[in-house]
């Protein structure tokens, strides 16, 4: 057990498993140097100055410093400028968070096994697709892999870089995931390796496939051969967070659509809602833009066409109810709404998958099962929930709300006051009931009781339009053409 301080006290410092951490990690407290943060907590550690920093790891006998910063170019500042100062005076291990959240982890050990060991004699591939580290990017957009695959494609999978934060920040469960999905690839003769692999320099792609959040999943700065094409692939319902941004016409320039990625890429698929977006903010994008739809869609309309198996405490909690899907990031303020006075309802509550990092998060919220008519949804994948519920209450950002548009039903939207951007332009944010305070809740959960939709007809032109090509059929479009 190392006695141990974080530098950083931001998105990453908040996610952290502590539960996985602490195994080897003895931790103190956070120093970060925005003012705005000294004095608060993060799961039970104070925030410090980070000016007090060498102090206090001198005061206190801590034997580790990790430096959990976004931009890993930063990152590697801070950690030289810590390590310069603190070698004065005691010997002190400064590190980068991602290198210790895995450390003495047999899942990161097996993982780096998997991607580190493939030999590749045949450096020809007609695909290659270019991953984020979240399984769920995987599992959304499998189809298109197993399309080109059992089409007779050779097929490469590329993950991030091995040193990339994006590992740290997804988890150790991830892993495990990950690693389930590498070994299934192997068994059908799919390569499998990390994007800092130096046999990808040797390799030959037709086809570079990027299937994570961001275009820089692709590395252009590869000759993958004469043949190479680049395409970008829509993979969630949108990114609702470019609205919540206030994105626009000029701020584009900075998005992963300005003008640099715009020359790099040959195609861009995605929903035909999606394409016309991207179109408008830059006409250019007109002769690149294909509107198949995006992978994930086919998955989505298996699972709304086929029985869902549903937990079996779930039928019996919702038999006869009224059910209400719940995705808002704080969901207590509904609870007044479902309790033993309203016997007729009852809520299902997803939280947000990072949030179950937290620990003891989930010893938390499953107590809510006990006090009121509430479900929390752990599965998974959100098809059960979607399927047996009547109605979604959400927020903007959640990207579910978009999905829950291809199952028909009435969506509710609770604006906090605090969104910005042009969202109240987009069909999307129109094919949606909105409500900024409880008596519009109530107002809402009362109308999907009594089984009405006041709002359909005039929403459904909107929703027509963000479900177009919704037939199953998307990854067969991407494939017949590019094969034609």
Known sequence: MRRTVIYGAGLIAENIDY???????????????????????????????????????????????????????????IIAEISEKIKKHANVYVTGYQEAVFYN????????????????????????????SYSYFYYS??????????????????????DSLEWSFAGVDNLRR???????????????????????????????????????????????????????????????????????KKETKNSSYNEQVLRSIDYYIGSEYFCDWICKNNELWQKKVLRF??????????SINEDVELPDNWKERCKGKTVFLSTVIDPRP???????????????????PLTLKRENYIDEIMKYEEEYSVIIDMLPNYYASCSISDALISNLEVSLNLNYLFYNK???????????????????????YKATGMQEIGDFIKMIGDGKDYQKEEMQVYRDYMTTGFDGKVCERIYYFFQN
């Open 293 to 302: 739809g995006y992978p994930r869609l086919d998955n989505l309309y298996e």
């Open 19 to 77: 539960t996985e951490l602490r195994k080897v990690f003895d931790v103190y407290a956070f120093f970060d140097r925005d003012v705005q943060k000294l004095g608060k907590q993060i799961s039970g550690y104070t925030i410090y100055s980070d000016k007090d920093l060498i102090k206090y790891v001198l005061e206190n006998n801590i034997e580790c410093v990790l430096v959990a910063i976004g931009n890993i170019q930063m990152q590697n500042e």
């Open 334 to 352: 509904l609870f007044k709404f479902f309790t033993a006075e309203n016997p007729e309802r009852v809520m299902i509550w997803r939280p947000h």
């Open 178 to 248: 990950i690693i389930r999905i590498i070994n299934d690839l192997k068994k059908k003769d799919i390569i499998c390796i990390f994007k800092s692999n130096h046999i990808l320099e040797k390799c030959e792609i037709k086809l570079c496939f990027g299937l994570g959040y961001d275009h820089h999943y692709i590395p252009f700065g590869m000759d993958f051969g004469p043949d190479r094409k680049n395409v970008l692939i829509q993979v969630t319902p949108i990114r609702t967070h470019l609205y919540h941004s206030g994105m626009s």
């Open 105 to 132: 982890s047999l899942e990161w050990d097996e993982l780096n096994e998997l991607l580190s060991s493939q030999n590749i004699d045949d450096c020809l591939f007609d695909a290659g697709f270019f991953w984020s």
């Open 410 to 432: 009435p969506i509710l939207c609770i604006l906090r006051g605090t969104e910005d951007g042009d969202y109240e332009e987009q069909a999307w944010y129109k094919a949606m």
């Open 141 to 162: 957009n499998s189809k298109l892999v197993e399309i080109f695959h059992q089409r007779g494609s050779r097929c490469i999978m590329v993950f991030p870089e091995k």
